[in-house]
């Protein structure tokens, strides 16, 4: 039996059609608005809406229909942009209660790819927290495994200012999970987002340097380090602008420099050569003349130019794992694990 009245599409006046209350995304584009709404000026909309009637008596005695929108709120919004008056819809039989509203937008989200990972975690939270959704529950829903609703939810753990930077498009998913892991070094974590947004760090980088900070959390902990060799750290890396760790042995030991490519080992040579002249008491001579010239363009923070490729292009390029490590990470990963 059709859960649609009739099974059939019925014209309904757009301005009859309240949203849905738990539509779980926030964010929508304007300008793919717009180009919905011309799309819907010259050829109309193709594919109906979903939604919900109830009759409702008016003040006078009358009785009036009003609608409550299930699916198909990008389309609402520009009919509404390209000015058009009635839309094509399907009716759903009942009237659902929230749980379901919140369910079938969330699903027809997931299904489009049109929610951002910080309002699916918000709306896959919603569904465990109000409605009391087990993760696993949650997961057979959306046709997802368990371990993807969960790491979706553990999203909400990162500062605000870095989900604001993964709804706008600066950072992406593969990003969040090397920050997850320095959950409790707030001041290591805030460094590590920094270093990112400035240095386009792909993920593989960023789990690098993340696992780097474990390991030397467990390193301070296993040595008693004076606070000398911790000094000459943390004032090395500042003077060079990367990581620097010093490890002491027996006899001697080794002083590690961590960069991310070619500019920002230029930059770093530089830096020393600089202060080695200073030191001398000589102008920066053969050593600096030695680092290579960058280009403008290629240079850290210079202006992007009009043929660069699009800012959420950039960012999906800075993603180097595989098609297949993507999915291995949605579905394996534990913060925990990397708490050494």
Do not use: C
């Not at 993760?135 to 999203?155: M, P």
């Not at 993920?203 to 060799?229: G, L, N």
């Amino acid at each position: 039996m059709s859960q649609f009245y009739n099974n059939a599409i019925f014209w309904v006046e757009v301005d009859k059609i309240k949203p849905n209350p738990f539509q779980p995304r926030r964010e929508f584009d304007e300008a793919k608005l717009n180009d919905l709404a011309r799309s819907i000026r010259q050829y109309g909309v193709i594919q109906p809406l979903t939604v919900t009637r109830r009759e409702i008596q008016k003040p006078d005695g009358g009785i009036a229909t009003e609608y409550e929108l299930v699916a198909g709120e990008r389309r609402l919004r520009a009919s509404k942009i390209a000015g058009v008056t009635t839309v094509p819809a399907l009716i759903r039989e009942t009237e659902d209660d929230d749980k379901t509203k919140l369910e079938l937008a969330i699903v027809e989200n997931l299904q489009r790819e049109d929610l951002n990972p910080v309002d699916r975690a918000k709306a896959f939270a919603q569904l465990s927290s109000e409605f009391g959704f087990k993760h696993v529950e949650i997961a057979e829903k959306v046709g997802k495994s368990r371990e993807y609703v969960s790491n979706s939810i553990r999203l909400l753990a990162l500062p605000q200012d870095m989900l604001d930077a993964l709804m706008q498009g600066k950072i992406n998913e593969g990003h969040t999970r090397p920050l997850l892991m320095l959950t409790d070094r707030a001041q290591e974590q805030q460094t590590l987002f920094r270093e990112i947004m400035l240095k386009r760090l792909t993920v593989r980088d960023t789990e690098s340097i993340a696992r780097r900070i474990a390991f030397d959390r467990v390193r301070k902990k296993e040595y008693v380090y004076s606070p000398e060799i911790l000094d000459m750290e943390r004032e090395l890396g500042e003077a060079l602008g990367t990581r620097v760790a010093i490890e002491t042995k027996e006899n001697g030991g080794k002083l590690v420099i961590d960069f991310m490519g070619e500019d920002d080992l230029r930059v770093i040579f530089a830096n020393l050569a600089s202060r080695l002249a200073t030191k001398d008491g000589v102008a920066p001579g053969n050593l600096a003349s030695q680092v290579p010239s960058t280009p403008p363009s290629e240079a850290v923070g210079a202006p992007v130019q009009q043929d660069s490729p699009a800012p959420e292009q950039v960012v999906a390029e800075l993603d180097d794992r595989t098609k297949e490590e993507k999915q291995k990470d949605e579905n394996t990963f534990d913060p925990s694990s990397f708490s050494i």
